[in-house]
């Protein structure tokens, strides 16, 4: 069975920090892995999907890398801001069955 | 524009008074999941389907039902609600095979006393 796990828990940083957050999973057998924002009682946003086939994806301040053999992925933000504060969720889709295995998120805090 | 809308987006019932929650998107996709969303446990599936009249159970599927009659709906029925059932509820959609991102509504908010 797929689990995805988000290291760490919380993160709390200075503005302008750049900054790294973790995401393992034990089935590689994977479509693709997808990075989620979630702020306080509100819906998910689409921050960047990289295919199984592909190392790394890329947008704005944000790059998040897959390394599929080894079951990880990161998601780097550079000079973070105020307004990055928010829960940030991995979600892995398993191949065959399409379905999205989600870790339980790091909760990003930055400080002004 | 694209995307998956849900109604109602707040809801507060009694046990035991049957609801349904609507799920629509406008992508053409196959693939639509409901998920719930609770603290300390995260997103947990409850169902999902391949396409219509296809519907197949998640980690979390009692004391729900959904169908798809239609390729853009996928419905929650939950026919006797208790306060475990309390939570926020997303609907998703996507392309089959992982080509393209899961697309996700805003989330429904429901309390049952």
């Known amino acids: 069975k797929q689990e995805v796990t988000q290291i760490p828990a919380a993160l709390s940083v200075p503005e302008g920090e750049n900054l790294v957050l973790n995401c393992s999973f034990t089935d590689s057998a994977i479509y693709n892995l997808q990075w989620f924002r979630q702020d306080p009682g509100k819906g998910l946003t689409s921050l960047l999907l990289?295919?199984?086939?592909?190392r790394e994806q890329t947008s704005g301040r944000l790059n998040a890398s897959l390394d599929k053999s080894s079951g990880r992925s990161t998601l780097y933000i550079a000079a973070s801001q105020p307004g990055d504060s928010a829960t940030y969720l991995c979600?892995?889709?398993?191949?065959?069955?399409?379905?999205?295995?989600f870790g339980k998120g790091t909760k990003l805090t930055v400080n002004p | 524009e694209a995307q998956v809308t849900q109604n109602p987006r707040y809801l507060i019932t009694v046990t035991g008074k049957k609801l349904t929650v609507t799920c629509s998107q406008n992508?053409?996709?196959?693939?639509m999941s409901w998920y719930r969303q609770d603290p300390g446990l995260g997103l947990r599936q409850i169902y999902y389907?391949?396409?219509?009249?296809?519907?197949d159970k998640g980690d979390v599927p009692e004391g729900y039902k959904v169908s798809r009659k239609e390729k853009r709906n996928f419905p929650l029925i939950l026919e006797s609600p208790s306060p475990n059932q309390t939570s926020l509820y997303f609907c998703a959609s996507s392309f089959l095979g992982g080509v393209g991102e899961q697309y996700f509504g805003p989330g429904t908010r429901l309390t049952v006393t």
């Open positions: 992508m053409n996709h196959e693939y």
């Open positions: 990289i295919q199984s086939s592909q």
């Open positions: 979600a892995v889709l398993q191949g065959g069955s399409e379905k999205l295995v």
């Open positions: 389907s391949m396409n219509v009249e296809v519907t």
